[in-house]
């Protein structure tokens, strides 16, 4: 789990009203001397460790054509970067970083110019200039942004430019987008001001970016000190002075602090610097706790209600994840490609839910009702929506004050195939302290993605650790980066094999070949004397004795069982096991209330609070279940009686209740100790050579017993023809659309033998997904488009109705739309709608699911409207609220509203949108 944290402090601002005097509607500079010296004695910067800007590379952005002064400004900063002003800063050089000149590399000229900004959308800005590739920044970029007059920028403080401040710099964070983390500018407002007032702005902000691009040179922040948190320039405003270029022009710059010298300095002469050394970091080597085998993960996302954000962003995410270059680096872990489920959607939002108690029960009832089927590579992201109301451990998790993300498992080994369900809590990063402490992009969305990237390498690699237990993903938390062309954002990972934290392989090198499964260590049972051998039990439970629980015990000479009715003590008497028990045991025989035989075992279940003493200790004490027999012969045609006897495990028995099993239900548990004690009784005479018994084989090992509607809790059965300890025997697998028995089992996950739509009236069932049978509901609409192929980015294809056709497209998760040949009744699922073509004898039509599109024609009948639309969202909103719309068709900037369409207009560069 990852706790929230403070977000960047970036730079202050260039504070106009301590510098610059209003004159004739112009800001100019003042003839201020410096003030205040006695207070700036012994003044120290401290370098925080941050990166600093070794040799800047400035550009310029026009912000809109008409800035005043770039040719000034331009040989200003060309000046600048190359003066004696830079030799300012060798100084604060570290070991590892020396600052040196600079240069100017170019401009760019903005034409969509917004008037009114914040420090956020200035920071959106230069994202999206790197995202489009206006920019391409490294470690020494710059970006000296001129706002024309009549541009306003608020601060992160809510500062207002020419108001509360004059200039100010900042970082943004690219690592989820580019292969840098940071990238620097400032914000320069006009301001009314001349070309050498902006000198001052410019050199101002220019130092403090140098030396304090993020948590670098500046004065301790230390409450009631004098300059507390300064910056480089802050230090000496108002303070300037003019240096003039080979050219004899004469700019005024801003003087800056000088720790050597205790006083401010406009320039200085150039001293040699001693080329830094990078030191060799320290080897980190992650080891594997545990035998390495292959892994895999198979994800499906839960949305804890309608309303949680990015539902269909996050599912195309995890399905791209699974198979992307991520899984290239851990595969040195050994791991392999993962697969994803549909997603879950909670309808309603439960309330007050607590992740370690209720939370838990609500996975276990969703396992219970077959809603989700967990197995042994399961994974389930939980992302919630906005005031959920679920807490972590007493602490809310809405607005992240606490937490990012919430790890966490619930057993299910009990009602499921699988021991754990291993899940990971995100709340909403849109709202709240999750928008500024969950991560450093200003998308809250590739957060999310980074956190559950990061998620996912930590439940593949959790028993990968360093010798002091850092992980392959703590080992480079926060660190990011863009997958897919910057489409989605990753967190890097660990690699052992590079020493660096990396979200792909370095160019040309390959995946690690994945291990071989371990060889498991053979067991064969061998039948060591009569023991108890029952060849038809009978006393037990009639949901047990006759399923194929018992059918798994054939191989071991035990049939099908039988259940006598219950016999109930009307008051518990005081007993112990090895004085009294028997005593009354043989009383009941000897009055007629049971008539044990030879095949005969007695399940003793106690009330609570019941006074069973064993060798003088109560039964919750000394074992969770106990097993043996008793000589009746002497009152009985039968030599022995067989028992087991089982204290109450509910919530009023004590250690009963917490240390007899891993289930939180206590009746799963009586269930798992009773079938282990028969189990012990009918084939504890089965051994190894070496004196295993199956119970200790399967040690622990329980899995769910599914009769009908009902799930029953057993312990697992050694198999020696199976070589596994299994519940059942194993059934063979039926292909995919192949016909099918209902109680077989279909090969591919979420697909079941069931009867088609079109085969009820046959009642032939075949395996298919489970949103293609009779009856099966499916939120999912299909908007039919007529007269058309798509060639290319085919998934499968075979031959079906058209209601599976759809279906199947449903329950594939990269399936984006089916082409179905009318003659031939084949349906072809597609990853993409790329390269279209008519069928002008309308044997093929393409459907495509409510929120998809189909790219390349266009149709001219059943017309609505025609509106102006500005893109393909748009286009669709404009649909969703047009009664009777079914489709939009958008082109460059218009919308043509369609009822069902038929007729084919011509091939265009027309989408037609299904709403």
Same mark, same amino acid.
């Given at each position: 789990?990852?706790?929230?944290?403070?977000?960047?402090?970036?730079?202050?601002?260039?504070?106009?009203?301590?510098?610059?005097?209003?004159?004739?509607?112009?800001?100019?500079?003042?003839?201020?001397?410096?003030?205040?010296?006695?207070?700036?004695?012994n003044?120290?910067?401290?370098?925080?460790?941050?990166?600093?800007?070794?040799?800047?590379?400035?550009?310029?952005?026009?912000?809109?054509?008409?800035?005043?002064?770039?040719?000034?400004?331009?040989?200003?900063?060309?000046?600048?970067?190359?003066?004696?002003?830079?030799?300012?800063?060798?100084?604060?050089?570290?070991?590892?970083?020396?600052?040196?000149?600079?240069?100017?590399?170019?401009?760019y000229?903005?034409?969509n110019?917004?008037?009114?900004?914040?420090?956020?959308?200035?920071?959106?800005?230069?994202?999206?200039?790197?995202?489009?590739?206006?920019?391409?920044?490294?470690?020494?970029?710059?970006?000296?942004?001129?706002?024309?007059?009549?541009?306003?920028?608020?601060?992160?403080?809510?500062?207002?430019?020419?108001?509360?401040?004059?200039?100010?710099?900042? !970082?943004?964070?690219?690592?989820?987008?580019?292969?840098?983390?940071?990238?620097?500018?400032?914000?320069?407002?006009?301001?009314?001001?001349?070309? @050498?007032?902006?000198?001052?702005?410019?050199?101002?902000?220019?130092?403090? !970016?140098?030396?304090?691009?993020?948590?670098?040179?500046?004065? !301790?922040?230390?409450?009631?000190?004098?300059?507390?948190?300064?910056?480089?320039?802050?230090?000496?405003?108002?303070?300037?002075?003019?240096?003039?270029?080979?050219?004899?022009?004469?700019?005024?710059?801003?003087?800056?602090?000088?720790?050597?010298?205790?006083?401010?300095?406009?320039?200085?002469?150039?001293?040699?610097?001693?080329?830094?050394?990078?030191?060799?970091?320290?080897?980190?080597?992650?080891?594997?706790?545990?035998?390495?085998?292959?892994?895999?993960?198979?994800?499906?996302p839960?949305?804890?209600?309608a309303?949680?954000?990015?539902?269909?962003?996050?599912?195309?995410?995890?399905?791209?994840?699974?198979?992307?270059s991520?899984?290239?680096?851990?595969?040195?872990?050994?791991v392999?490609?993962?697969?994803?489920?549909?997603?879950?959607?909670?309808?309603?939002?439960?309330?007050?839910?607590?992740i370690?108690?209720?939370?838990?029960?609500?996975?276990?009832?969703?396992?219970?009702?077959?809603?989700?089927?967990?197995?042994?590579?399961?994974?389930?992201?939980?992302?919630?929506?906005?005031? @959920?109301?679920?807490?972590?451990?007493?602490?809310?998790?809405?607005?992240?004050?606490?937490?990012?993300?919430?790890?966490?498992?619930?057993?299910?080994?009990?009602?499921?195939?699988?021991?754990?369900?291993?899940?990971?809590?995100?709340?909403?990063?849109?709202?709240?302290?999750?928008?500024?402490?969950?991560?450093?992009?200003?998308?809250?969305?590739?957060?999310?993605?980074?956190?559950?990237?990061?998620?996912?390498?930590?439940?593949?690699?959790?028993?990968?650790?360093?010798?002091?237990?850092m992980?392959?993903?703590?080992?480079?938390?926060?660190?990011?980066?863009?997958?897919?062309?910057?489409?989605?954002?990753?967190?890097?990972?660990?690699?052992?094999?590079?020493?660096?934290?990396?979200?792909?392989?370095?160019?040309?090198?390959?995946?690690?070949?994945?291990?071989?499964?371990?060889?498991?260590?053979?067991?064969?049972?061998?039948?060591?004397?009569?023991?108890?051998?029952?060849?038809?039990?009978?006393?037990?439970y009639?949901?047990?004795? @006759?399923?194929?629980?018992?059918?798994?015990?054939?191989?071991?000479?035990?049939?099908?069982?039988?259940?006598?009715?219950?016999?109930?003590?009307?008051? !518990?008497?005081?007993?112990?096991?090895?004085?009294?028990?028997?005593?009354?045991?043989?009383?009941?025989?000897?009055?007629?209330?049971?008539?044990?035989? @030879?095949?005969?075992?007695?399940?003793?279940?106690?009330?609570?609070?019941?006074?069973?003493?064993?060798?003088?200790?109560?039964?919750?004490q000394?074992?969770?279940?106990?097993?043996?027999?008793?000589?009746?012969?002497?009152?009985?045609?039968?030599?022995?009686?067989?028992?087991?006897?089982?204290?109450?495990?509910?919530?009023?028995?004590?250690?009963?209740?917490?240390?007899?099993?891993?289930?939180?239900?206590?009746?799963?548990?009586?269930?798992?100790?009773?079938?282990?004690?028969?189990?012990?009784?009918?084939?504890?005479?089965?051994?190894?050579?070496?004196?295993?018994?199956?119970?200790?084989?399967?040690?622990?090992?329980?899995g769910?017993?599914?009769?009908?509607?009902?799930?029953?809790?057993?312990?697992?059965?050694?198999?020696?023809?199976?070589?596994?300890?299994?519940?059942?025997?194993?059934?063979?697998?039926?292909?995919?659309?192949?016909?099918?028995?209902?109680?077989?089992?279909?090969?591919?996950?979420g697909?079941?033998?069931?009867?088609?739509?079109?085969?009820?009236?046959?009642?032939?069932?075949?395996?298919?997904?489970?949103?293609?049978c009779?009856?099966a509901?499916?939120?999912l609409?299909?908007?039919?488009?007529?007269?058309t192929?798509?060639?290319?980015?085919?998934?499968?294809?075979?031959?079906?109705?058209?209601?599976?056709?759809?279906?199947?497209?449903?329950?594939?998760?990269?399936?984006?739309?089916?082409?179905?040949?009318?003659?031939?009744?084949?349906?072809?699922?597609?990853s993409?709608?790329?390269?279209?073509?008519?069928?002008?004898?309308?044997?093929?039509?393409?459907?495509?699911?409510?929120?998809?599109?189909?790219?390349?024609?266009?149709?001219?009948?059943?017309?609505?409207?025609?509106?102006?639309?500005?893109?393909?969202?748009?286009?669709?909103?404009?649909?969703?609220?047009?009664?009777?719309?079914?489709?939009?068709?958008?082109?460059?900037?218009?919308?043509?509203?369609?009822?069902?369409?038929?007729?084919?207009?011509?091939?265009?560069?027309?989408?037609?949108?299904?709403?």
């Amino acid at each position: 789990m990852r706790p929230a944290r403070s977000p960047f402090e970036y730079g202050r601002g260039f504070v106009n009203d301590t510098l610059l005097s209003h004159t004739n509607s112009l800001w100019n500079i003042t003839t201020s001397q410096p003030q205040d010296l006695h207070r700036r004695a012994n003044l120290l910067l401290v370098n925080g460790g941050g990166p600093m800007i070794s040799n800047i590379e400035i550009t310029l952005i026009w912000y809109d054509g008409s800035v005043p002064y770039q040719s000034d400004l331009t040989a200003m900063n060309t000046f600048l970067v190359q003066s004696d002003f830079m030799n300012n800063f060798i100084e604060y050089a570290t070991p590892t970083q020396i600052i040196g000149k600079g240069t100017v590399v170019g401009s760019y000229t903005e034409t969509n110019i917004r008037t009114s900004l914040t420090d956020n959308d200035v920071k959106t800005y230069i994202r999206s200039l790197v995202q489009t590739g206006k920019i391409t920044p490294n470690q020494n970029s710059y970006y000296s942004i001129y706002m024309k007059d009549g541009v306003t920028v608020t601060d992160n403080t809510g500062a207002v430019s020419c108001q509360g401040f004059g200039a100010y710099h900042n !970082a943004v964070y690219i690592g989820d987008i580019y292969n840098i983390e940071l990238t620097y500018f400032a914000v320069l407002p006009m301001c009314g001001g001349t070309p @050498s007032w902006l000198g001052v702005a410019t050199s101002h902000e220019l130092a403090e !970016a140098v030396t304090d691009s993020w948590n670098g040179w500046r004065v !301790a922040d230390v409450q009631g000190m004098a300059h507390s948190g300064d910056e480089i320039a802050d230090i000496c405003e108002p303070q300037s002075g003019s240096v003039v270029d080979p050219n004899g022009r004469s700019w005024s710059f801003s003087k800056i602090w000088s720790n050597a010298k205790q006083q401010c300095v406009l320039t200085t002469a150039y001293q040699a610097q001693t080329q830094p050394t990078v030191p060799t970091p320290a080897t980190i080597i992650l080891v594997n706790s545990v035998t390495t085998v292959p892994k895999t993960i198979e994800i499906t996302p839960i949305f804890l209600g309608a309303s949680a954000s990015f539902q269909t962003e996050l599912a195309a995410f995890y399905n791209v994840l699974v198979t992307s270059s991520i899984f290239d680096v851990l595969s040195e872990y050994g791991v392999g490609q993962g697969t994803t489920k549909t997603s879950y959607v909670e309808a309603n939002t439960p309330s007050s839910l607590d992740i370690e108690s209720t939370l838990k029960t609500y996975l276990r009832n969703l396992v219970n009702s077959g809603t989700l089927q967990p197995n042994i590579n399961s994974f389930y992201p939980i992302h919630l929506p906005p005031n @959920s109301g679920v807490t972590a451990q007493g602490q809310a998790m809405d607005g992240c004050n606490y937490y990012c993300n919430y790890r966490s498992s619930v057993y299910v080994a009990d009602i499921s195939q699988a021991q754990y369900i291993y899940f990971e809590v995100f709340p909403d990063y849109t709202s709240g302290n999750c928008v500024s402490y969950c991560g450093y992009s200003v998308e809250p969305l590739r957060n999310i993605e980074a956190s559950a990237s990061g998620a996912v390498v930590s439940q593949l690699t959790t028993t990968w650790t360093t010798s002091n237990g850092m992980a392959a993903d703590t080992l480079c938390s926060w660190k990011m980066a863009p997958l897919n062309g910057a489409t989605y954002s990753v967190q890097k990972l660990w690699s052992n094999k590079y020493q660096t934290c990396l979200s792909a392989l370095p160019s040309g090198q390959s995946p690690t070949p994945l291990p071989s499964n371990p060889t498991q260590t053979p067991y064969t049972l061998v039948k060591n004397g009569n023991g108890a051998g029952y060849t038809n039990l009978a006393s037990f439970y009639s949901a047990i004795v @006759s399923s194929g629980y018992f059918d798994l015990l054939s191989q071991y000479g035990i049939a099908r069982g039988t259940v006598k009715p219950s016999y109930i003590e009307p008051t !518990a008497p005081s007993l112990d096991q090895s004085s009294s028990f028997p005593t009354y045991i043989k009383n009941l025989v000897r009055n007629g209330a049971i008539t044990p035989n @030879s095949n005969s075992f007695y399940a003793v279940h106690l009330p609570p609070n019941t006074d069973f003493k064993v060798q003088g200790q109560s039964i919750c004490q000394s074992s969770c279940s106990l097993s043996g027999s008793v000589y009746i012969g002497d009152v009985s045609s039968t030599t022995y009686l067989y028992y087991g006897i089982f204290p109450d495990y509910s919530s009023t028995s004590g250690s009963c209740s917490t240390g007899c099993g891993s289930s939180p239900e206590p009746l799963r548990n009586i269930e798992a100790y009773s079938s282990n004690t028969i189990l012990a009784t009918i084939i504890g005479n089965w051994k190894t050579s070496n004196g295993i018994t199956s119970n200790t084989i399967c040690s622990g090992q329980v899995g769910p017993l599914k009769i009908g509607s009902n799930i029953w809790t057993v312990r697992k059965v050694w198999s020696n023809q199976n070589q596994a300890c299994l519940v059942v025997p194993p059934v063979p697998l039926i292909n995919n659309w192949q016909a099918c028995q209902i109680t077989d089992v279909c090969a591919s996950s979420g697909w079941v033998c069931c009867v088609a739509p079109e085969e009820i009236s046959t009642g032939r069932p075949t395996c298919r997904p489970s949103n293609v049978c009779a009856g099966a509901s499916s939120t999912l609409q299909w908007l039919p488009i007529p007269f058309t192929f798509y060639q290319g980015g085919d998934i499968a294809q075979n031959v079906m109705s058209v209601p599976s056709c759809t279906g199947w497209c449903a329950s594939v998760s990269n399936c984006v739309g089916a082409v179905y040949t009318k003659s031939t009744n084949l349906c072809a699922l597609k990853s993409i709608l790329g390269v279209s073509q008519a069928s002008l004898n309308n044997d093929g039509v393409t459907y495509i699911p409510s929120g998809g599109w189909a790219p390349g024609f266009d149709f001219w009948d059943n017309a609505i409207s025609t509106l102006s639309a500005s893109g393909i969202d748009d286009c669709r909103g404009k649909c969703s609220r047009t009664v009777g719309c079914v489709a939009g068709i958008y082109g460059p900037g218009v919308c043509r509203l369609r009822q069902p369409c038929s007729k084919l207009a011509r091939l265009y560069t027309y989408k037609c949108l299904c709403k």
